[in-house]
């Protein structure tokens, strides 16, 4: 079981940054791919990033391309995305998952987070 805790969501405007951390529970956080999704109002939840366990394996949203970054430190159990040039469709909530796979970390997750808000105004 893993438990995770999102936070650093916010209101920014556009062409701002911001930087989500998602902190997780357990002795086993090394052993997890981990992902970031978001939701805005309407619209299905999709992937924005994901990382494999060693951080060697990166995939990102062709929205998030050049964008974002997402990051990993096993030590502190925390997974980051860094969000630069931030735009106002990028408004969502956004969510932390883990996964028992990379390939899952970012289509079906085993655990999410409660989800942090990111507003972009323009």
């Known amino acids: 079981q893993v438990h995770l805790v999102e936070s650093g969501g916010g209101l920014v405007q556009a062409g701002g940054s911001l930087r989500l951390s998602c902190a997780a529970s357990?002795?086993?956080?090394?052993?997890?791919?981990m992902g970031w999704f978001r939701q805005a109002p309407g619209k299905e939840r999709e992937s924005v990033a994901a990382?494999?366990?060693?951080?060697?394996?990166?995939y990102y949203a062709d929205s998030a391309k050049g964008r974002f970054t997402i990051s990993r430190d096993n030590a502190k159990n925390t997974v980051y995305l860094q969000m630069n040039s931030l735009k106002p469709e990028d408004t969502a909530v956004y969510y932390c998952?883990?996964?028992?796979?990379?390939?899952?970390?970012?289509?079906?997750?085993?655990?999410w987070g409660q989800g942090t808000q990111v507003t972009v105004s323009s």
């Open positions: 357990g002795r086993t956080f090394s052993s997890y791919a």
């Open positions: 990382i494999n366990w060693s951080g060697g394996s990166l």
């Open positions: 998952a883990a996964a028992r796979s990379y390939s899952r970390s970012y289509s079906y997750p085993d655990y």
